[in-house]
């Protein structure tokens, strides 16, 4: 029984991979029409946008959860869990954790912040900088949680300029969107999530734009 129950969930994992849901293809479709976004090659030919890995990727947010003692087990049966080898693992958890984690977990899996400061860091209690989870060795954080966005007060343009000066710091970035129940009851997720979507494309423009131009010729 639990192995027919197994067989099902890859097979519906193995359909992710291969192709994207109607309406998610759909979406993608609408929101590039409506972005506008520029050409991803200089007249010199040179590609400006990165290219995804193409890769399964699972992420696990640890979010305000754990001590010493139940973290150490966590990286423990993360250590003995089996991976499948074109599957990108990333877990995010507390800051004060964070440095501990990756030094006990397998390089196989990558660590990611839950937050990052909008800018290089200064006079912000409380916040951390993308220079300094870059120090401890920190490869991925996560931006636009819905209880950074719907909690803490955070809107779409300052979250937009986080990922931007995370990405210029070389600090991969788990972009994340969503409506909330009211929204997608009341019919505007579409409209909700393009908005999200948005401010992170025309921030990381703004951002890299004069990287871009800077190597015409």
Not at 140 to 158: A, C, K, Y
Not at 161 to 177: D, G, T
Not at 188 to 194: A, I, L
Request: charged share 20%; with cysteine.
């Amino acid at each position: 029984m639990a192995a027919a129950a197994s067989s099902s969930l890859a097979s519906q994992f193995l359909g992710l991979r291969r192709e994207a849901a109607p309406s998610t293809a759909l979406f993608v479709q609408s929101a590039q029409s409506k972005l506008r976004l520029p050409s991803t090659r200089c007249p010199n030919g040179r590609v400006v946008a990165m290219a995804g890995t193409g890769k399964f990727f699972v992420g696990g947010n640890w979010k305000c959860n754990g001590t010493t003692d139940s973290v150490s087990r966590l990286v423990a049966d993360l250590n003995d869990a089996k991976l499948e080898n074109d599957v990108d693992v990333v877990v995010a958890p507390p800051y004060i954790y964070l440095d501990k984690v990756r030094q006990s977990l397998t390089n196989r899996i990558e660590i990611s912040a839950q937050n990052s400061w909008v800018g290089k860091g200064g006079a912000f209690t409380g916040e951390i900088s993308a220079e300094q989870l870059i120090d401890i060795g920190c490869k991925w954080v996560i931006l636009g949680h819905s209880e950074r966005r719907h909690i803490i007060g955070e809107d779409n343009q300052f979250i937009g300029k986080k990922a931007a000066y995370a990405l210029s710091q070389n600090l991969k970035v788990i972009a994340c969107i969503g409506e909330k129940l009211e929204e997608r009851e009341t019919g505007k997720t579409f409209d909700v999530c393009f908005q999200q979507m948005k401010a992170f494309a025309e921030w990381s423009l703004a951002m890299f734009t004069p990287l871009t131009t800077a190597t015409r010729r």
